[in-house]
């Protein structure tokens, strides 16, 4: 009888799972797993780091809305993951991260690479678990894969000791328990409750946010939103799950994006916020009236009432909430008196948004020298204009000159870091995207500083053939510190921001990719088609001027309550 071992069992359970890839860097307490993976259907994804094996997950995790897979090995491989995990979390990412660790023999031996893993993770992620027992692995695993992606997603850290993988298996001891849970759906009361204080509003604003795009809900959500004729905006991995292009949608809910944000937010009756977090994004529920009322609508309980007071609050799984509330408009036929309610509210904002992009259009159209950054979100915004093109967005300012310019057509199509705001995942968060969508273009913006911290991550793109675009907006300076230094101070610190020109692109062409030096805002767009044409990795290398400040670095000066003067 062929002896079986609990990486084997590991192996056996993640093919159940479907697993395709798993993101990894290699590593001795690992090995078991790897053994048995080879000659698998799952491919093992390695990368240079293993915070960009993490990064890709979440991404990964982001764009399937299904639990990705990330692996590390003890010690140092671990201590590496942690970023990835924070930023996982808040990106509410479902993702397992199956580490090696010593054997449980070895503890406090002072063996090779040995630490306790499991109090240093567990405040990190949703479960934290640690396999003892061979026979049970596929327990394990099939628990961390159900609490990766049930309620709302997040990461679940599974620490399997190398003692473990490597141990012999009583198989008469083995379950092997493959569960799937199912979403809460929503109490019909509460939707009537919330039909009918949506009736009695005047001016209310629908905000969805991650919860729509991880429950699958676009067309629920669209049809609510034209249902009822009230003007929508998204947030957060929501951005694109109802069209930017929707004559009802009108963008992100961000205060600082040009266009009707601000001003709707601000003097809304009613905010039907579904899926979302009242976060530093929306001043911590201060950019309301006081006097607005909202509805909530959240998979996670805790959630809901977050920094503000919420009037009607509902747990549920969104896709269900938002069927019951169309199902409720269609039996009392109120779609066309919602709709002739609020079409004055809606011709308000979208005067709000006619002169919110007025006052960008000189920066967005501007020929200054060195290129102004928002020119060249913009010249990326129109390049990019496919429905199924992929935008990534890295760095400080250049994740908010992108924000605040992307064009967004479908949900899962377009990924920055979010509220973690964790430099470095452009690279591995593009990659994933373009493994994952070989017959997609993918483009990351990226700063001269966030692309320095997993540079060599285009070494893994060239290596496995992933034809992904680059631009690096080049300040030549750590640029949001460097402005909130100045806005604070009226000046700032050499030491820490200035980081001279680099020649990236020549480093990416010494890799084996395509690179292009950019200076002039009419470069850009045929740089850019030169890029994509080359069918290689290809860094483009811009010119940016260093001067020009923007409302994240503002943001930042302030932070704490301090007023920059």
């Known amino acids: 009888m062929e002896k079986i071992i609990g990486a084997q069992l590991a192996v056996e359970a993640l093919k159940e799972r479907n697993v395709d890839f798993i993101f990894s860097l290699s590593g001795g307490h690992i090995t078991p797993i790897y053994q048995y993976l080879e000659g698998t259907d799952i491919t093992i994804f390695d990368t240079r780091h ?16 299904k639990p990705a897979v990330a692996m590390v090995t003890a010690g140092p491989g671990f201590t590496n993951a942690l970023t990835g995990i ?26 090779l690479q040995d630490m306790s893993q499991l109090p240093v993770i567990e405040p990190m992620v949703k479960k934290a678990l640690v396999c003892s027992i061979a026979e049970r692995i596929p327990e394990y695993i099939d628990m961390a894969f159900r609490i990766a992606g049930g309620g709302r997603p997040g990461p679940v850290y599974l620490e399997l000791p190398c003692d473990i993988l490597n141990a012999t298996v009583d198989m008469t001891k083995v379950k092997r328990i493959h569960t799937v849970v199912a979403s809460k759906p929503v109490d019909r009361e509460n939707a009537k409750k919330a039909i009918e204080m949506i009736r009695e509003a005047k001016n209310p604003v629908v905000i969805a946010g991650s919860g729509a795009w991880y429950a699958d809900a676009e067309k629920e959500l669209i049809a609510f939103v034209e249902k009822t004729g009230m003007p929508a905006f998204t947030g957060g991995a929501g951005r694109g799950v109802i069209p930017d292009t929707h004559p009802l949608c009108f963008e992100s809910s961000l205060a600082i994006r040009p266009g009707a944000g601000m001003m709707t937010l601000m003097t809304t009756d009613l905010v039907v916020f579904l899926g979302n977090r009242l976060s530093l994004f929306y001043i911590f529920g201060d950019i309301f009236p006081s006097t607005a009322k909202f509805i909530q609508v959240d998979i996670l ?22 069927a019951e509330a169309n199902a409720i408009i269609d039996e009392n036929n109120l779609g066309a008196s919602l709709r002739e309610q609020f079409s004055p509210w809606v011709e308000t904002v979208r005067a709000y948004e006619v002169a919110g992009k007025k006052q960008a259009a000189p920066d967005w159209n501007s020929d200054a020298l060195p290129i102004h950054p928002m020119r060249l979100a913009r010249e990326i915004d129109d390049f990019m204009n496919r429905e199924d093109d992929i935008v990534v967005a890295d760095g400080g300012d250049t994740s908010t000159w992108m924000g605040m310019t992307r064009t967004i057509r479908r949900g899962g199509h377009y990924l920055d870091y979010g509220l973690y705001g964790c430099l470095a995942v452009g690279i591995p968060y593009a990659n994933a995207a373009k493994l994952l969508n070989p017959g997609k273009r993918v483009l990351l913006v990226t700063g001269d500083g966030s692309v320095g911290f997993n540079f060599m991550e285009f070494n893994t793109a060239i290596r496995k053939n992933l034809p992904i675009v680059v631009v690096i907006a080049n300040d030549q300076a750590w640029g949001m510190i460097m402005h909130s230094q100045q806005l604070r101070m009226g000046h700032y610190l050499p030491n820490g921001t200035e980081l001279g020109w680099v020649d990236y692109h020549k480093m990416v062409e010494a890799l084996g990719g395509f690179g292009e030096m950019v200076e002039r805002p009419e470069e850009i767009k045929p740089a850019l088609e030169r890029a994509f044409a080359s069918g290689k990795t ?7 001027d260093q001067t020009v400040i923007s409302p994240g670095s503002v943001a930042l000066a302030n932070l704490g309550g301090y007023k920059a003067g």
């Open 50 to 65: 293993e915070q960009a094996a993490l990064f890709m997950a979440e991404a990964w995790g982001r764009m399937t809305r």
């Open 538 to 544: 290809a860094c483009i290398n811009v010119r940016v």
């Open 86 to 111: 924070a930023s996982a979390r808040l990106s509410n990412a479902p993702l397992v991260l199956i580490a090696g660790c010593v054997g449980l023999e070895s503890r406090e031996k002072l063996d």
């Open 301 to 322: 309980p805790e959630e809901i009432g977050r920094n503000r007071t919420v009037d009607l609050g509902i747990v549920s799984d969104l896709k269900s909430f938002l």
